[in-house]
T-cell receptor
Framework: DAGVTQSPTHLIKTRGQQVTLRCSPI?????VSWYQQVLGQGPQFIFQYYEKEERGRGNFPDRFSARQFPNYSSELNVNALLLGDSALYLCASSLAGNTEAFFGQGTRLTVV | AQSVTQLGSHVSVSEGALVLLRCNYSSSVPPYLFWYVQYPNQGLQLLLK??????LVKGINGFEAEFKKSETSFHLTKPSAHMSDAAEYFCAVPTDSWGKLQFGAGTQVVVTP
């Protein structure tokens, strides 16, 4: 079975631009979460969606938004990119909210 | 709110030696605790999870962790390190009923021949 897939794997953007990251969960998983991992740190929670409803939001500015589609895939959007947004963005899926999370390989975003 | 603390950002072990990575949780007994491993340029892989069914939890790749309520700890161990164990290890705890995870800062493991 395919695991959590994220696209693209790498991305370079310029300050002020907008970016969309995509995530396909494991088949049958209805919960998708997004995390930001800055180099040398642990992942920080950004969003969680379950059954297309936002169930949690971390301490990130409104420039960050996300949505979940009827097929449970998800997109993370970041507007007005800053240099500090450079990070590995991880998507995780789980059967329900409070069960073990399976992570994708991540999208490495570099803002220049 | 629940949180975890990992002691030691870097650990260097010799091949064949014991690996011990420390994790302490902050407050009340959590329903779950996790250890994840991250190899270079990759996502996170679940090593093992604590679910209150047993205090000694066995995971993949020969790792195990023991939950100790009296010490609020969930340390990860492996009796004999392999070169392939070189990676970063994260302890994590859910902070709400929807499974939002709080991660520790991570421990980088280096294995020397």
């Amino acid at each position: 079975d395919a695991g959590v897939t994220q696209s693209p794997t790498h991305l370079i953007k310029t300050r002020g631009q907008q970016v969309t990251l995509r995530c396909s969960p494991i088949s049958g998983h209805k919960s998708v979460s997004w995390y930001q991992q800055v180099l040398g740190q642990g992942p920080q929670f950004i969003f969680q969606y379950y059954e297309k409803e936002e169930r949690g939001r971390g301490n990130f500015p409104d420039r960050f938004s996300a949505r979940q589609f009827p097929n449970y895939s998800s997109e993370l959007n970041v507007n007005a990119l800053l240099l500090g947004d450079s990070a590995l963005y991880l998507c995780a899926s789980s059967l329900a909210g409070n069960t073990e999370a399976f992570f994708g390989q991540g999208t490495r975003l570099t803002v220049v | 709110a629940q949180s975890v603390t990992q002691l030691g950002s870097h650990v260097s072990v010799s091949e064949g030696a014991l690996v011990l990575l420390r994790c302490n949780y902050s407050s009340s007994v959590p329903p779950y605790l996790f250890w994840y491993v991250q190899y270079p340029n990759q996502g996170l892989q679940l090593l093992l999870k604590y679910t209150s069914a047993a205090t000694l939890v066995k995971g993949i790749n020969g790792f195990e962790a023991e939950f100790k309520k009296s010490e609020t700890s969930f340390h990860l161990t492996k009796p004999s390190a392999h070169m392939s164990d070189a990676a970063e290890y994260f302890c994590a705890v859910p902070t709400d009923s929807w499974g939002k995870l709080q991660f520790g800062a991570g421990t980088q493991v280096v294995v020397t021949p």
